[in-house]
């Protein structure tokens, strides 16, 4: 059983910094590409970063020069170093892995709350 589990969410003042982890299980982690995505009250889910398997990280504009993403491939782990963290960053911060073998599936985690506020 595939199970994704992010962490690190938080409560966080304009300007400061959070870590957001990603821990994957029950799924080949090498072979996935992995993605953070986010959403925001009333808004669609929106692409934060990816992490592919055998290409660079991507980033959103929106947070280019602010996020960093690392891809630990050791401990099926993913990250997302947030910096300068401004209020229209506030939303849930989804994980998400992509597994194409014969078929392709997508695996999703729970969610963690960010929420950016003086």
């Known amino acids: 059983q595939v199970q994704l589990v992010e962490s690190g969410g938080g409560l966080v003042q304009p300007g400061g910094s959070l870590r957001l982890s990603c821990a994957a299980s029950g799924i080949i982690f090498n072979l996935a590409d992995m993605a953070w995505y986010r959403q925001a009250p009333g808004s669609q889910r929106e692409l934060v970063a990816t992490?592919?398997?055998?290409?660079?990280?991507t980033y959103a504009d929106s947070v280019k020069g602010r996020f960093t993403g690392s891809r630990d491939n050791a401990k099926n782990t993913v990250h997302l170093q947030m910096n300068g963290l401004k209020p229209e960053d506030t939303a849930v911060y989804y994980c998400?892995?992509?597994?194409?073998?014969?078929?392709?599936?997508?695996?999703w985690g729970q969610g963690t709350q960010v929420t950016v506020s003086s």
């Open positions: 998400k892995a992509t597994l194409t073998l014969w078929k392709t599936t997508e695996y």
């Open positions: 992490f592919g398997k055998g290409g660079p990280t």
